[in-house]
Structure formats: structure tokens, C-alpha cells
Nanobody, 124 residues
């Protein structure tokens, strides 16, 4: 079992930067594929970013590529999402997720473990 807890969500202005953190516990974190998803009210869950357990393979959703950066610290069992040049359309609840393995990192169905989410609001 893996437990994930997101933090860092808050209200920011458009153009600002924000870093989300995901604290993990439970099974060996170093073997997990980790990702971030988001969901705005009335919208479907959207893939944001994912990273392989060694960190070598990184994936981004089209809407955040070039602005967001996913990273992880295996020694601290932490996952991060650095969000830069934020836009009002980035406002959503952000979820941290983990998978034992995945062939499709952008698919929510690939992830067995989920946090409860952290709210990000972006004012224009």
C-alpha cells in the first residue's frame, strides 16, 4: 500500500509560480512511477506530468509542457510539481498518483494509488 498526500495548493495570480509537493509513505517509493493529474470543476481528469521511478523518463501534458516541471526525491519519498507562468486555466484540484508500472503514463487508469488532492486557484 502507498499513501500520498499533496500540499502547496493556494491562490496565485496569473503569471506566478507555485510548487506542489506530494509526500509518500508505504511501499518502496523508489520503484514507483509517479504522476500528477488535475481536475477542474465540470471537467474530466487531465494528465499533467509523470516520471519514472529512476527519473529518467518524464512526460508532460500538452497544456503544461514548457511551463511545468515534475521532479522527485527518492531519498525523501517526495514528488514535486513546479508550475511556472501560471494561467487561469491551470486552476484545478491537483492529484498526485503512483503506479507499480505503466505503459501509458498519461492514463489515470494506470495508477493504483491516489492522494486526495490540493486546490490551486489562479486569478487573472
Amino acid at each position: 500500500q502507498v499513501y500520498l498526500v499533496e500540499s502547496g495548493g493556494t491562490l496565485v495570480q496569473a503569471g506566478a509560480s507555485l510548487r506542489l509537493s506530494c509526500t509518500t509513505s508505504g511501499s518502496s517509493f523508489g520503484n514507483l512511477f509517479t504522476g500528477w493529474f488535475r481536475q477542474a470543476p465540470g471537467s474530466e481528469l487531465e494528465f499533467v506530468a509523470a516520471q519514472s521511478w529512476k527519473g529518467g523518463a518524464i512526460y508532460y501534458g500538452d497544456s503544461v509542457r514548457g511551463r511545468f516541471i515534475i521532479s522527485r526525491d527518492n531519498a525523501k519519498n517526495m514528488v514535486y510539481l513546479q508550475m511556472n507562468s501560471m494561467r487561469p486555466e491551470d486552476a484545478a484540484t491537483y492529484y498526485c498518483a503512483a503506479a507499480s508500472s505503466t505503459d501509458t503514463p498519461s492514463s489515470p487508469a494506470e495508477y493504483e494509488y491516489w492522494g486526495r488532492g490540493t486546490q490551486v486557484t489562479v486569478s487573472s
